[in-house]
């Protein structure tokens, strides 16, 4: 059974391949479907988008990054080894937001994976937690704690022009806090948009 390509799409799949490999003649449609059907390689990184709602609205957090320019993302890194992908984003989300969550809180809470490259990300609802509880120093058990900040709740309805936006992607000053840059960092916008588009944030 075809998957959910026709042989229509995927002969303009195969023309696509054609021009953008600037072959001269056109891969079939038989190698374009096989090509699309191999597994991607495991991720390496994975991450959290962690929202609330607030007065009937959804609000993302997300943080600055301290010790370069990268701007405000939401929360992931690279896996540890023996690392489920899962395991890699609640331990990456713990401690980028100064382990204010409870991690097994996250995993029940946790919305489908969303994919970019070698990152996976979960979408998760959590509790209202004011931004400046994450500005205060975390417990001595909390482990790599100071890779993020500052915090803000940012509106998605602020957040989603964005998405679709050229850079460099601007918060808005009113939800960042003073003196501090406001661009998005682009490489965390991917999975930002997958979300929306898939409508997980709501």
Same mark, same amino acid.
């Given at each position: ?31 374009? &479907?096989?090509?699309?059907? !191999? ?5 390496? %990184? =994975?991450?959290?988008? +962690?929202?609330? /709602?607030? *007065? #009937? ?37 713990? &401690?980028?937001?100064?382990? !204010? ?5 996250? %995993? =029940?809470?946790?919305? +489908?994976?969303? /994919?970019? *490259? #070698? ?59 003073? *003196? ?23």
């Amino acid at each position: 059974m075809r998957s959910r390509f026709t042989q229509a799409a995927l002969a303009t799949v195969a023309l696509a391949m054609m021009i953008a490999l600037g072959s001269g003649s056109p891969c079939d449609a038989a190698e374009a &479907e096989a090509a699309l059907a !191999r597994p991607l390689p495991p991720p390496v %990184a =994975a991450g959290m988008i +962690p929202f609330t /709602r607030i *007065g #009937g609205d959804v609000y993302l957090l997300l943080a600055g990054h301290l010790h370069d320019d990268r701007g405000w993302a939401t929360f992931g890194g690279e896996m540890q080894t023996g690392e489920t992908p899962l395991e890699g984003a609640l331990r990456e989300m713990n &401690e980028e937001t100064a382990c !204010r969550f409870k991690r097994e809180e996250l %995993a =029940a809470k946790s919305g +489908p994976a969303l /994919r970019d *490259g #070698g990152y996976v990300a979960w979408v998760v609802e959590v509790p209202y937690r004011p931004a400046q509880v994450f500005n205060r120093p975390p417990s001595a058990q909390c482990v790599d704690a100071d890779e993020r900040g500052p915090w803000a709740w940012v509106p998605l309805s602020a957040v989603r022009p964005l998405l679709s936006a050229s850079s460099p992607r601007l918060l808005p000053e009113e939800y960042v806090p003073h *003196g501090e840059r406001r661009d998005l960092w682009d490489e965390g916008v991917a999975t930002l948009r997958q979300a929306v588009e898939r409508g997980l944030l709501r």
